[in-house]
């Protein structure tokens, strides 16, 4: 049972780097959803997709661009890295006729 | 402003006590609370509350919605070292088809043997 599956689990950038964080999941949910979680500050919502072909910014997306081209992944996307980037991301997933989401184990980010 | 207010926002106990962690909102258009347990990795769900006034149980753990007075509690009793967690409450308020959870800080606990 495989689930979420995000990659990398870990990684270090420097400032002005780009690179594409990855998630899948294999339980043909529709709504996929990214989250940075910061010390002291909860989940916050970075950008979110109901389908194929669909996405829709969250409450932090700037900094982050997605696409979704199969209902498997929505990998997110960091053109140059910033500092206030460092974070752990998690991926989440759920179907639409359900309000629990299932996450991935996270990728933790550090750009320096 | 938050819209999602947990506290305390971590709590030290010893294993055997019992623990209530609260979660009190401000949304307008309410649909559901979720809570989840958050170890080392990713969080997992424990309850999703919709209806005033039904504990949902689970083991040592239980859950209530108050949606007059806007909170959840989360109780857990005799708790356990494996109890230690960030508890992330949720608000679902989309109050349609556009779903989006708009989570707590988290309540931090640690449970000392």
């Known amino acids: 049972n495989a689930g979420v599956t995000q990659t990398p689990k870990f990684q270090v950038l420097k400032t002005g780097q780009s690179m594409t964080l990855q998630c899948a999941q294999d339980?043909?949910?529709?709504?996929m959803s990214w989250y940075r979680q910061d010390p002291g500050m909860g989940l916050r919502l970075i950008h979110y997709?109901?389908?194929?072909?669909?996405?829709d910014q969250g409450e932090v997306p700037n900094g982050y661009n997605v696409s979704r081209s199969t209902t498997e992944d929505f990998p997110l996307r960091l053109l140059s890295a910033a500092p206030s980037q460092t974070s752990v991301y998690f991926c989440a997933s759920r179907t639409l006729g359900s309000n629990i989401q299932y996450f991935g184990a996270g990728t933790r980010l550090s750009v320096l | 402003e938050d819209k999602v207010v947990q506290s305390p926002l971590s709590l030290v106990v010893h294993e055997g006590d019992t623990v209530t962690l609260n979660c009190s909102y401000e949304?307008?258009?309410?649909?559901?609370l979720l809570w989840y347990k958050q170890e080392k990795k990713a969080p997992t769900f424990l309850f999703m509350l919709?209806?005033?006034?039904i504990e949902k149980k689970s083991g040592r753990l239980s859950s209530i919605l108050d949606k007059k007075e806007l909170f959840s509690i989360l109780n857990i009793t005799a708790t356990q070292t494996g109890d230690s967690a960030i508890y992330l409450c949720a608000v679902d308020d989309s109050g349609g088809s556009n779903y989006k959870l708009t989570f707590g800080k988290g309540t931090l606990l640690t449970v000392n043997p």
């Open positions: 997709s109901v389908g194929a072909g669909i996405t």
């Open positions: 919709t209806s005033s006034g």
């Open positions: 339980m043909n949910h529709e709504y």
């Open positions: 949304v307008t258009n309410f649909r559901s």
